[in-house]
């Protein structure tokens, strides 16, 4: 293969632009989301528990992905793509997660159920994130932010509720009931730093690194749809001029997602291609051969069939001559 076929072209380049960024945007997201602040100023990392935690997420959910929309990357930026795409999951998942306790398996299991789903057809190889999905991360970082305060404040507890009318009883021995503590954990179970955590600066952190990899995990699809519809349009743009101009207008490009070219090889593509071309020619053929058949009808009656007969009428094609007779102008005159 020459240079010259290796060179991406001016249709190409934008789209793989685009995911270039988007993986740029994931990766510092995911670079955020791993820091932390501790009691002195200083930058520590999360530890690797979460991000070992938020990796299996990925893999499981990467492989039903993959098995049920049956499509892998076709070439370097594609698999670029997934590869970023999987680090992205992984950094959100490892972000949100709470750091230990009993609900860190309830959120791993709705997080299994929900993002291991996948719309029939899906626009870019590697692991997909929906919008109910990033619903549920936004709430699940809320409550590890929630649960990283409490901590930070040396309460122990997701939450301390009092009970009514004890608190205004004199009675020391009434003090361990007064209040329910709903959800205690251990401060080794937030991986605090020696020091302490600096919340407020954590939070900027945290809440950064989620928006950027959010983000770039949304942008990655566009951007991936993208690209899909410039390799379609690179391999229709081989055809000559003419047979290019018309295979778009019968496959045009806001359906090529719908009809299932995104994602196939190049020959599987060029096949898909003639079979859909030949299956709308065969349509259309038989729409005109109806189309002239109303010509011969007298307009239609009624106001809603009126105006449909009306706008058929319009298109009619010319009537066919007579037998030796030229309906060509100027053939009269001879």
Same mark, same amino acid.
């Given at each position: 293969?020459?240079?010259?076929?290796?060179?991406?072209?001016?249709?190409?380049?934008?789209?793989?632009? #685009?995911?270039?960024?988007?993986?740029?945007?994931?990766?510092?997201?995911?670079?955020?989301?791993?820091?932390?602040?501790?009691?002195?100023?200083?930058?520590?990392?999360?530890?690797?528990?979460?991000?070992?935690?938020?990796?299996?997420?990925?893999?499981?959910?990467?492989?039903? #992905? *993959?098995?049920? =929309?049956?499509?892998?990357?076709?070439?370097?930026?594609? =698999?670029?793509?997934?590869?970023?795409?999987?680090?992205?999951?992984?950094?959100?998942?490892?972000?949100?997660?709470? $750091?230990?306790?009993?609900?860190?398996?309830?959120?791993?299991?709705?997080?299994?159920?929900?993002? *291991?789903?996948?719309?029939?057809? /899906?626009?870019?190889?590697?692991?997909?994130?929906?919008? $109910?999905?990033?619903?549920?991360?936004?709430?699940?970082?809320?409550?590890?932010?929630?649960?990283?305060? #409490?901590?930070?404040?040396?309460?122990?507890?997701?939450? /301390?509720?009092?009970?009514?009318?004890?608190?205004?009883?004199?009675?020391?021995?009434?003090?361990?009931?007064?209040?329910?503590?709903?959800?205690?954990?251990?401060?080794?179970?937030?991986?605090?730093?020696?020091?302490?955590?600096?919340?407020?600066?954590?939070?900027?952190?945290?809440?950064?690194?989620?928006?950027?990899?959010?983000?770039?995990?949304?942008?990655?699809?566009?951007?991936?749809?993208?690209?899909?519809?410039?390799?379609? #349009?690179?391999?229709?743009?081989?055809?000559?001029?003419?047979? *290019?101009?018309?295979?778009?207008?019968?496959? $045009?490009?806001?359906?090529?997602?719908?009809?299932?070219?995104?994602?196939?090889?190049?020959?599987?593509?060029?096949?898909?291609?003639?079979?859909?071309?030949?299956?709308?020619?065969?349509?259309?053929?038989?729409?005109?051969?109806?189309?002239?058949?109303?010509? *011969?009808?007298? $307009?239609?009656?009624?106001?809603?069939?009126?105006?449909?007969?009306? =706008?058929?009428?319009?298109?009619?094609?010319?009537?066919?001559?007579?037998?030796?007779?030229?309906?060509?102008?100027?053939?009269?005159?001879?």
């Amino acid at each position: 293969m020459t240079g010259d076929a290796q060179r991406p072209t001016a249709s190409t380049a934008p789209a793989a632009f #685009q995911l270039a960024l988007a993986c740029v945007t994931i990766a510092a997201g995911g670079v955020l989301l791993g820091l932390q602040v501790d009691g002195t100023g200083a930058w520590v990392g999360t530890g690797y528990a979460s991000l070992g935690t938020g990796a299996l997420v990925a893999v499981v959910t990467s492989l039903l #992905q *993959a098995v049920r =929309a049956g499509r892998v990357p076709r070439d370097l930026v594609s =698999a670029l793509s997934a590869v970023a795409g999987f680090c992205g999951l992984a950094f959100v998942v490892a972000g949100v997660l709470a $750091p230990g306790g009993p609900w860190m398996f309830f959120e791993l299991f709705v997080l299994f159920w929900l993002l *291991a789903r996948r719309r029939t057809r /899906s626009d870019a190889s590697g692991p997909e994130v929906t919008g $109910p999905s990033l619903f549920l991360l936004t709430l699940m970082l809320l409550f590890r932010l929630w649960v990283t305060y #409490q901590g930070s404040e040396h309460r122990w507890q997701v939450m /301390s509720i009092p009970l009514p009318g004890l608190g205004a009883l004199p009675l020391p021995f009434l003090e361990p009931i007064r209040r329910v503590d709903l959800g205690s954990f251990r401060p080794e179970e937030l991986g605090f730093p020696p020091t302490g955590l600096d919340f407020p600066l954590t939070l900027v952190l945290w809440a950064a690194g989620f928006a950027l990899c959010a983000s770039g995990l949304w942008w990655r699809v566009n951007a991936a749809r993208e690209h899909e519809n410039d390799r379609i #349009q690179a391999v229709i743009e081989t055809l000559p001029p003419l047979l *290019a101009n018309l295979v778009q207008k019968l496959l $045009p490009e806001e359906h090529w997602e719908g009809l299932g070219l995104h994602g196939l090889g190049e020959r599987p593509l060029q096949k898909r291609i003639e079979g859909l071309v030949r299956e709308r020619l065969a349509a259309a053929g038989e729409f005109h051969t109806a189309l002239r058949s109303l010509g *011969a009808l007298p $307009p239609a009656s009624g106001a809603f069939a009126g105006e449909i007969d009306g =706008a058929l009428r319009t298109y009619l094609p010319p009537a066919l001559p007579p037998p030796g007779v030229s309906n060509r102008p100027g053939d009269d005159l001879q």
